[in-house]
């Protein structure tokens, strides 16, 4: 038996089972065949011993790590629903291949666009998801001097090339729009991300513009806001004063959803992106009119791990994968 905290080797098991460290290791690894006998035996032996394989000097050898990095930017929270269900649908694929998640995030320095984020040469990794990517660039240019396999969650810019997995938000805002003009009502705000530029924004103006088109309902440029202090004040005026009758809140922002969901605006139809992570806690509390568009979170999750595992084993996954969304009644 094995002194207590000292590690077992695995010339210590071809020892005990008698047989050579080369056995051990195709018993352990499948690459080539052994009797079932020999194999059952080593197997028992490594149990009885509690045997753990070097994972470092294993990865010198098969040139994997089994671990995946999940790159998240600097905004990142322990308590952030969103990105906690992401890596729950990431674990449920990757846990059954035995692999592990290594969470890694930006480093912003005081220039923009100048950050400096590990990549496999500093933790060893066999691919990568890439979540709210500030600087796509970055990424591009230094995965690819690596020729390290990464896929993208949430939609590139436009003509950028790579493997990415997103929600269908043109086709949600479309709908949910749609939805409100079925019902009558014409004037639709819609609260967007405060920085303008991100594709998800992008997708949500597009679906909008669509039904206004489709329903040609007269398009307001001015019920567009983004979810910024200085516009919190035209917001709450225009709900007070019934200029809006019905508001499409993608922004997670907390002070414009609190207008909305306050006992004041009771008959304000509201339809919020995302609001089934929090479904839990507001059901007791709040009543009216509310509806969520769900976000897919573990769902993107899951099928980013999907991507990546089939990248990593040779296959070919399609280029984009699109999720469609359900729009559900508080």
Known sequence: MTKLNERV????IAKAVGVSCSTVSYALSGKRSISTETKDRILREIDRQGYKPNAIARSFVTKKTNTIG???????????????????GIDSVINELRYKILLLNELESEAVEDYSIPIDKTFAIDGAIVCNARNLRWYLSNFEKERLLFVLMGKPPHGVDVYYVDNDNQDAAYRAVCHFFHEGLKRIALVLYCDQNTTLNLDYIIGYTAAHNNYQVEFRPELIFRAHKSQLKEFRDMIAQKKVDGVLMLSP?????RICLSA????????????????????????????????????LGKTCGEVLMQLIRGENPPKSTILKQRIIPL
């Open 9 to 12: 080797k695995l010339s210590d």
């Open 264 to 299: 004041e605006n009771p008959q304000i139809p509201v339809v919020f992106f995302g609001l089934d992570l929090y479904r839990e806690f507001l059901q007791p509390t709040v009543s009216g009119n509310f509806s969520y568009i769900e976000s897919n979170a573990q769902a």
């Open 253 to 257: 922002d907390a002070s414009f959803r």
């Open 70 to 88: 999940l790159y998240v930017n600097r905004d990142f929270e322990a308590n952030d629903l969103f990105m906690l269900s992401n890596i729950r």
